[in-house]
């Protein structure tokens, strides 16, 4: 529409070594704000992060105690499956205790 000004991209706040939830990775790529290629995010700035596949627990299914400790937890995927349990798309399992689950990522500065 003529006289209207876009909207300036927002460039993604991240923290070293945070958590980012994968659906938050997805929309800054579509937006613009950010490219990724693989396991590097570039944001429009410039500045670059490694991503490394991990999992936010979000809590127990079945809102029991918490026999392992891991709600509000960020664990690298790979570590969870070292630990013998069983991450499915909702949901990690290991031994009786279910957990709700968010995926995404710990994002590290790459241009430091």
Same mark, same amino acid.
């Given at each position: 529409?003529? !006289?209207?000004?876009?909207? &300036?991209?927002?460039?993604?706040?991240?923290?070293?070594?945070?958590? %980012? &939830?994968?659906?938050?990775?997805?929309?800054?790529?579509?937006?613009?704000?950010?490219?990724?290629?693989?396991?590097?995010?570039?944001?429009?700035?410039? *500045? *670059?992060?490694?991503?490394?596949?991990?999992?936010?627990?979000?809590?127990?299914?079945? !809102?029991?105690?918490? &026999? +392992?400790?891991?709600?509000?937890?960020?664990?690298?995927?790979?570590?969870?499956? *070292?630990?013998?349990?069983?991450?499915?798309?909702?949901?990690?399992?290991?031994?009786?205790? %279910? +957990?709700?689950?968010?995926?995404?990522?710990?994002?590290?500065?790459?241009?430091?």
């Amino acid at each position: 529409m003529p !006289g209207t000004v876009p909207s &300036p991209r927002t460039e993604p706040r991240i923290e070293t070594d945070t958590f %980012v &939830p994968e659906a938050t990775v997805e929309s800054w790529v579509r937006s613009g704000a950010a490219a990724r290629t693989g396991g590097l995010l570039v944001t429009s700035a410039g *500045r *670059r992060f490694l991503l490394r596949d991990a999992i936010r627990v979000l809590g127990r299914r079945n !809102g029991d105690t918490d &026999p +392992y400790g891991f709600t509000g937890k960020v664990e690298p995927i790979r570590e969870l499956i *070292r630990r013998g349990a069983n991450v499915s798309a909702d949901a990690l399992r290991l031994g009786p205790a %279910v +957990y709700d689950i968010e995926y995404g990522f710990v994002a590290v500065r790459a241009d430091d």
